[in-house]
């Protein structure tokens, strides 16, 4: 049994350091770095655009008004209904909600 099976053709080797051959050579180096740049250009594009379309998307939590205070975000929500539509800066909300009684 033949160890290695597969033969060269003859006068294979012979025209690998002409410049016709280094020129083929280089011009497959270059396509293959044109292909790899444009593929690297195109992955950046759909990065940066999913990024966009994810931060366009997300809900806008730091301009929710909310500062920590439960109670008075609560109170907020129950008087919220009382508000009517069309005149939004009607909102009146007592102090003695907000007071803690020692009583």
Same mark, same amino acid.
């Given at each position: !049994?033949? #160890? $290695?099976?597969f033969?060269?053709?003859? @006068?294979y $080797?012979?025209?690998? @350091? ?7 050579? #280089? &011009? #497959? &180096?270059?396509? @293959?770095? !044109?292909?790899? &740049? !444009? ?17 366009m998307?997300?809900? &806008?939590?730091?301009?929710? @008004? ?8 609560y109170i ?11 005149v939004?800066?009607? $909102?009146? !909300?007592p102090?003695?909600f $907000? ?5």
């Open positions: !049994m033949n #160890r $290695f099976p033969t060269v053709p003859e @006068g $080797f012979e025209n690998i @350091g002409t410049p016709e051959y280094l020129q083929k050579v #280089r &011009r #497959r &180096r270059a396509a @293959g770095q !044109m292909v790899r &740049r !444009m593929a690297l250009t195109c992955v950046t594009v759909a990065a940066a655009a999913a990024v966009a379309v994810i931060a998307l997300s809900p &806008r939590t730091a301009d929710s @008004g909310y500062d920590g205070n439960i109670e008075e975000l907020e929500y129950l008087c919220s209904d009382l508000i009517p539509e069309t939004p800066d009607a $909102f009146y !909300m102090e003695e $907000f007071s803690e009684t020692s009583e």
